[in-house]
């Protein structure tokens, strides 16, 4: 048996721009990706001694899937067709990133399968060759499998590296509502946003390290979508910046909404203060990777 174990980190958009609906359906964006140091826990383990290719997952979460629908499965099944393996495979996953957040919680822990059966089969691949494979299951792999920061432009798959938030402290709060990510893109009139967040401007104020030029930058254009049927998510943010976050934005299509703090004390205390009022059932704090 070979066992490896890797950690799928979340993430959250620090500024997320759509500049098109394509004629193919898909958006063109612009957005700056941050990993957080919130993540799920994987085991993959390769029995060497068998042939069958079965793939199997178990999850301390009951919502998640643990069929052909969990995103590790699909992507254990597409690194085994492309590479001709063959030996039975189980996946244990730990999962502590809310799901249907818009942290890309099913994406990450895609991306950690490709690169657990890259290692554990020896396959030498590049970080670009396992982006093309993680691209034809989700728009947000490439960016999971290089991790960190980075600027990510088409339809997610042109990513450019850039230095991240530093010494700061990133509450996450997810209200217990569902949204679907189709829903908020098909409620989005891309051609009618009149006000674009300044990405460049955030990528450049991320390589001066200046964190309240970040923060005045952050900016979501799917939030006006969701917020519109989901008010609980601007009263999360005001309570956030009320409460000594330097901003607060909804991260992805949401619902998830997150703040920037420089004192831990103030993100933990705030952290309390929405758990207390039942904002949100699921709250962290968190740092920057
Ligand atoms: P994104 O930020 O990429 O839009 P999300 O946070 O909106 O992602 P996910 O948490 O990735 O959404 O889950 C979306 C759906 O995918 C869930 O309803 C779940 O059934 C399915 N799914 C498949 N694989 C996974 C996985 N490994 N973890 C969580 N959800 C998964």
Same mark, same amino acid.
């Given at each position: 048996?070979k066992t490896?174990?890797?950690?799928a980190?979340?993430?959250?958009?620090l500024?997320?721009?759509?500049?098109r609906?394509?004629p193919?359906?898909y958006?063109d964006?612009?957005?700056i990706m941050?990993?957080?140091?919130?993540?799920?826990?994987?085991?993959?383990?390769v029995d060497e001694?068998t042939?069958e290719?079965?793939?199997?997952?178990s999850?301390?979460?009951?919502?998640v899937?643990?069929?052909?629908?969990n995103l590790i499965?699909?992507?254990?099944k597409?690194?085994?067709?492309?590479?001709g393996l063959h030996?039975?495979?189980?996946?244990?996953?730990?999962?502590n990133?809310p799901?249907e957040?818009?942290?890309?919680g099913?994406?990450?822990?895609?991306?950690a399968?490709i690169?657990?059966v890259n290692?554990l089969?020896?396959l030498?691949?590049s970080?670009k060759k396992?982006?093309?494979?993680g #691209?034809?299951?989700g728009a947000?792999?490439?960016?999971?499998i290089?991790?960190k920061t980075?600027?990510?432009?088409?339809i997610g798959?042109?990513l450019?590296?850039i230095p991240g938030l530093?010494?700061?402290?990133?509450l996450v709060?997810?209200?217990?509502?569902? #949204?679907s990510?189709a829903f908020?893109?098909?409620?989005?009139k891309?051609d009618?946003i009149?006000v674009?967040p300044?990405?460049d401007?955030?990528a450049?104020a991320?390589?001066?390290n200046?964190?309240?030029?970040?923060?005045k930058?952050?900016?979501n254009?799917?939030?006006?979508?969701?917020?519109?049927?989901?008010p609980?998510?601007?009263?999360?943010?005001n309570?956030?910046?009320?409460n000594g976050a330097?901003?607060s934005?909804?991260?992805g299509?949401?619902?998830?909404?997150?703040?920037?703090?420089d004192s831990?004390?103030?993100?933990e205390?705030?952290?309390?203060?929405?758990?207390?009022?039942k904002?949100?059932?699921? #709250?962290y704090?968190?740092v920057?990777v």
């Amino acid at each position: 048996m070979k066992t490896i174990e890797k950690k799928a980190y979340a993430k959250v958009n620090l500024a997320l721009d759509v500049l098109r609906k394509r004629p193919d359906g898909y958006h063109d964006v612009k957005m700056i990706m941050q990993n957080l140091s919130l993540c799920d826990e994987l085991t993959f383990s390769v029995d060497e001694n068998t042939t069958e290719g079965i793939i199997s997952i178990s999850t301390n979460k009951e919502s998640v899937p643990t069929d052909e629908r969990n995103l590790i499965y699909k992507a254990i099944k597409l690194m085994y067709e492309t590479y001709g393996l063959h030996n039975n495979i189980s996946v244990k996953l730990i999962k502590n990133i809310p799901v249907e957040a818009g942290m890309a919680g099913g994406s990450t822990d895609c991306a950690a399968a490709i690169k657990a059966v890259n290692e554990l089969f020896d396959l030498k691949l590049s970080i670009k060759k396992m982006q093309e494979i993680g #691209v034809k299951l989700g728009a947000d792999v490439p960016f999971c499998i290089l991790g960190k920061t980075a600027v990510s432009e088409g339809i997610g798959e042109i990513l450019t590296e850039i230095p991240g938030l530093k010494e700061c402290y990133v509450l996450v709060a997810k209200p217990p509502i569902s #949204v679907s990510t189709a829903f908020v893109y098909k409620n989005l009139k891309a051609d009618e946003i009149k006000v674009h967040p300044d990405v460049d401007g955030m990528a450049q104020a991320l390589k001066n390290n200046d964190l309240s030029e970040i923060c005045k930058r952050m900016s979501n254009v799917l939030e006006t979508v969701t917020a519109c049927s989901h008010p609980e998510i601007i009263i999360i943010e005001n309570v956030m910046k009320n409460n000594g976050a330097i901003n607060s934005i909804m991260s992805g299509s949401g619902p998830t909404v997150f703040g920037i703090f420089d004192s831990k004390e103030q993100c933990e205390k705030t952290a309390k203060i929405i758990r207390d009022e039942k904002l949100a059932n699921e #709250v962290y704090v968190t740092v920057p990777v």
